[in-house]
């Protein structure tokens, strides 16, 4: 059950649509949302005296980097709270800053049941202009820091019909399967589950024991063997079937950031361009 979600008012590219997810989601199950601010108070620090031996022109740049992020941040909470307001729902906004932005979205997550955020952009300071790479990787990071379930919104929203699970077949990629099932965080759905890269009768195994755990809840889910590596089919797939959401787990164990998610997750977090439910 979702009551409570956490919502990270960070970069601007997806902010719209992180909040229309999650007003959807508040209203379905008369949850209550944390917006949280996303701010590192080192760029804010910024603004202050020019550091000795810093250029004129570098110093100008970079107080107007900082006002420009601290007006991009207050934009981001006006818009919260007016969307909130005029949706009805039970909400309150949190704007403590601390010096390791990471570090307030974690402690913030483990009295949230969902958090949501940008799939590009989480972080407006410091990330303005990042590359999918990067974004990537700090989505890795955050669930490998215990921030799941993640809700990681596409810049455009688009309501959620349409289901694709990715199952590698790992424990960790069936927990996260088995969560988006059991949260149930949108009823009305086509659920497909798709494995990827097996032998004919390995994937039937993996289908079937997937299967019986969604008719066990309630759902009844298309099955597809997809004979490719994930790494190349698992987006491809998603799109050619107009998913609206990719649940993704992890499926492989690799070192740093790799190790979280596997390589193939990463690589489908720095290049979707779909809203991706991702845990471990």
Request: hydrophobic content about 45%.
């Amino acid at each position: 059950m979702i009551r409570r979600i956490l919502v990270g008012l960070g970069g601007q590219l997806s902010l719209a649509s992180e909040v229309d997810h999650a007003l959807e989601l508040a209203d379905r199950y008369d949850a209550e949302l944390t917006g949280v601010t996303i701010m590192d108070t080192r760029m804010l620090s910024s603004v202050g005296p020019v550091p000795l031996g810093a250029g004129e022109a570098a110093a100008e740049l970079a107080r107007h980097r900082a006002a420009a992020t601290a007006a991009h941040m207050e934009a981001a909470v006006a818009a919260f709270d007016d969307a909130c307001r005029r949706a009805k729902v039970r909400y309150q906004i949190q704007r403590e800053e601390r010096a390791d932005p990471f570090d307030r979205l974690i402690s913030e997550s483990r009295y949230h049941d969902l958090v949501v955020c940008g799939l590009r952009g989480i972080f407006e300071s410091g990330l303005v202009g990042s590359s999918p790479a990067e974004c990537g990787e700090i989505l890795a990071r955050l669930v490998g820091s215990g921030v799941r379930p993640l809700l990681a919104a596409a810049p455009q929203f688009r309501k959620i019909h349409r289901v694709m699970i990715a199952y590698s077949g790992s424990v960790e990629s069936a927990k996260t399967m088995k969560q988006f099932i059991q949260y149930r965080p949108w009823r009305e759905i086509q659920l497909r589950i798709c494995v990827f890269n097996h032998t004919p009768e390995r994937a039937a195994r993996l289908l079937n024991s997937a299967d019986a755990l969604c008719r066990s809840h309630g759902f009844q889910a298309e099955l597809l063997h997809i004979p490719g590596s994930p790494h190349d089919q698992i987006l491809p797939a998603a799109y050619d079937w107009n998913a609206d959401l990719l649940v993704l787990g992890n499926s492989a164990r690799n070192l740093l950031l790799r190790r979280v998610l596997g390589e193939t997750a990463l690589r489908v977090m720095q290049t979707s361009s779909l809203p991706l439910f991702l845990s471990q």
